[in-house]
């Protein structure tokens, strides 16, 4: 690619300095650090649907799942009522071909029984 300007409109580049700018180094501000962290704190590892059609309990799961793995929580908590386990069911099947959980553990002496279905993430 070849590019033809004019000479008088070419300048001379100044240095930052001269140019009122900053020179500085930038440094990680502690408002990133804070988002994070406050992130993490306000994250809840346990998540109840109750009532949720399967659709949006699936569509639910999937970004919570994503935030969890990011903020570097591994076990995780669903709870999704015992009733009739079709919601049970469809995430349990949902999970167990899900890229980033590692592992559907079930728990039933523990409380919330078939109500509740734990994994862990990757």
Request: hydrophobic content about 40%; proline content about 7%; glycine content about 8%.
């Amino acid at each position: 690619m070849e590019v033809n300007i004019p000479l008088r409109q070419l300048a001379k580049v100044r240095p930052a300095t001269e140019a009122g700018l900053s020179t500085r180094p930038i440094k990680p501000t502690t408002r990133i650090l804070n988002l994070a962290a406050d992130a993490f704190s306000s994250f809840n590892p346990e998540i109840d649907l109750h009532g949720m059609p399967v659709s949006g309990a699936l569509s639910t799961i999937d970004s919570w799942i994503d935030k969890a793995s990011l903020l570097g929580h591994k076990q995780l908590k669903i709870i999704h009522g015992k009733g009739a386990g079709i919601l049970r069911h469809a995430i349990r099947t949902y999970l167990q071909s899900h890229s980033q959980v590692k592992r559907v553990i079930d728990k039933h002496p523990y409380p919330g029984g078939e109500g509740v279905t734990w994994l862990e993430v990757d």
